[in-house]
Nanobody
Framework: QVQLVESGGGMVQAGGSLRLSCAASGRTFSRYGLGWFRQAPGKEREFVAAISWSGGYAYYSVAVKGRFTISRDNAKNAVYLQMNSLKPEDTAVYYC??????????????????WGQGTQVTVSS
């Protein structure tokens, strides 16, 4: 069992930065692939970024590549999402999630076993 708690959301102007954190419980944290997803009002939850067990492999959606960076610290049972050059279209509730997969198919929402409650990110123009 893994419990995930996100933090770090808030309101920021376009062009600004935020760093989201996700704290996880569980003794086998390092054996989970981790991802960030987001859901804007009236839209489906979409993939943002994912990272492998060791942190050696990461990938991103086209919408955020080059602006966002995912990282993890297995010693602290945490995963992070550094978001730079934020745009109003990045406004959404951001969720972290854990998958028993290492690195493949982590862009698929259905591959995740555990989800956090989400944290709101609002980017004003």
């Amino acid at each position: 069992q893994v419990q995930l708690v996100e933090s770090g959301g808030g309101m920021v102007q376009a062009g600004g930065s935020l760093r989201l954190s996700c704290a996880a419980s569980g003794r086998t944290f390092s054996r989970y692939g981790l991802g960030w997803f987001r859901q804007a009002p009236g839209k489906e939850r979409e993939f943002v970024a994912a990272i492998s067990w060791s942190g050696g492999y990461a990938y991103y959606s086209v919408a955020v590549k080059g602006r966002f960076t995912i990282s993890r610290d297995n010693a602290k049972n945490a995963v992070y999402l550094q978001m730079n050059s934020l745009k109003p279209e990045d406004t959404a509730v951001y969720y972290c999630a854990a998958s028993r997969r290492d690195y493949s198919a982590l862009e698929r929402r259905g591959e995740y076993d555990y989800w956090g409650q989400g944290t709101q990110v609002t980017v004003s123009s």
